[in-house]
């Protein structure tokens, strides 16, 4: 599969053990290399941010060492390809809404409910799923349980049909009864909400990795476009107003820049808030929002032509804002921490 020879290049699994066939090396600055080369590419899939930025946080923290040595090799070697089942039909930035159960049978958990929007959905070996395991003890009654493929009771809808990203499979999870043994609860048993919280700063932060590189590859093939591109008998980039939009974006993608590339090294010394990734998340997807759109309406009509790389960005970008948590509730989550 393309994720295999992915990880053969060191693309992917870098953040896992050596003894399991990874890079050895937990340090995020690497997943900002690999983002902001899919990102200079146009290349928004397969899933490999999730795989490596989402997954890859919690596989190389929680799981005991009979776990590691069961999922490990092949999440590195990319033979297995990894999900993580958190939105619901009815439960989206809203974590403690979430209605997947999953009820104690011996030795195992039956897991019964439906996630919806799965990066990887399709094409998942593995999907961390999170589910209720006590629905009276509250946040503290979630737990994080992984499903197996072939696991009696769980099925997969369609791949769903998306305005962007086509090259991404997103899916519908369906668990009917899903037999899971205890082996497979990840991390503390009633624990998942506090791991959910410990990861999501690195998740927040690789997405705005990607948007702040997105936006670069954007603006940087729409300045050689306006370079050469003429109109009235000269490049239409040499207009004041074109010209001082181009200098608007160049200064604030290096702004933003800065930025993320504070969080990284916060990131690296185990210091990344909740609260930076949320800055970084907001404002970095909706630069990229405004960059994407006003560098499309400098390509004139070529910029509506998917054949462009800004026209594929236009809808590609969209969804930036919106998963990982959403531009609201990031202003939620900072303005708590302001006291108002």
Not at 109 to 125: E, R
Not at 225 to 241: D, L, M, N, V
Request: hydrophobic letters at 40%; aromatic letters at 10%.
């Amino acid at each position: 599969t393309v994720f295999a020879k992915a990880a053969k290049h060191g693309v992917i699994g870098f953040n896992i053990a050596e003894e399991f066939g990874g890079g050895g090396v937990r340090d995020f600055r690497f997943n900002a290399v690999v983002a902001e080369e899919l990102a200079a590419a146009f290349a928004t899939g397969p899933g490999f941010l999730l795989h490596n930025d989402v997954v890859g946080s919690y596989l190389s923290r929680l799981p005991d060492d009979e776990q590691k040595a069961r999922w490990l090799p092949g999440f590195a070697s990319g033979e297995a390809i990894w999900a993580i089942g958190m939105t619901e039909p009815g439960a989206g930035s809203d974590l403690q809404g979430i209605r997947t159960s999953a009820v104690r049978d011996g030795d195992d958990w039956l897991v019964s409910g439906a996630k919806t929007f799965i990066t990887n959905g399709i094409h998942s070996d593995y999907v961390i799923v999170v589910a209720r395991t006590d629905p009276a003890a509250g946040s503290r009654g979630i737990s994080l349980l992984v499903v197996e493929r072939d696991m009696p009771g769980f099925s997969r809808g369609r791949n769903l049909d998306k305005i962007g990203l086509h090259a991404q499979d997103t899916a519908e999870l369906f668990f009917d009864g899903v037999r899971v043994p205890a082996r497979n609860v990840l991390g503390n048993l009633g624990g998942g909400f506090i791991h959910l919280m410990e990861n999501l700063p690195e998740e927040r932060l690789s997405i705005a990795i990607s948007a702040v590189a997105g936006a670069r590859a954007v603006f940087d093939s729409t300045l050689e476009y306006t370079r050469t591109r003429t109109a009235f008998g000269q490049p239409i980039g040499s207009f004041q107003h074109n010209r001082f939009l181009l200098a608007e974006f160049a200064t604030e993608i290096d702004i933003a820049q800065v930025y993320i590339d504070r969080c990284l090294t916060a990131s690296f010394e185990e210091k990344l808030t909740t609260v930076d990734a949320s800055k970084a998340k907001w404002w970095a997807t909706e630069l990229q929002q405004k960059v994407v759109d006003r560098c499309l309406q400098l390509h004139g009509g070529y910029g509506y032509m998917a054949e462009y790389p800004v026209g594929r960005a236009f809808t590609d970008a969209r969804i930036q804002t919106i998963y990982g948590g959403t531009t609201e509730i990031m202003k939620e989550i900072i303005g708590r921490s302001l006291g108002v």
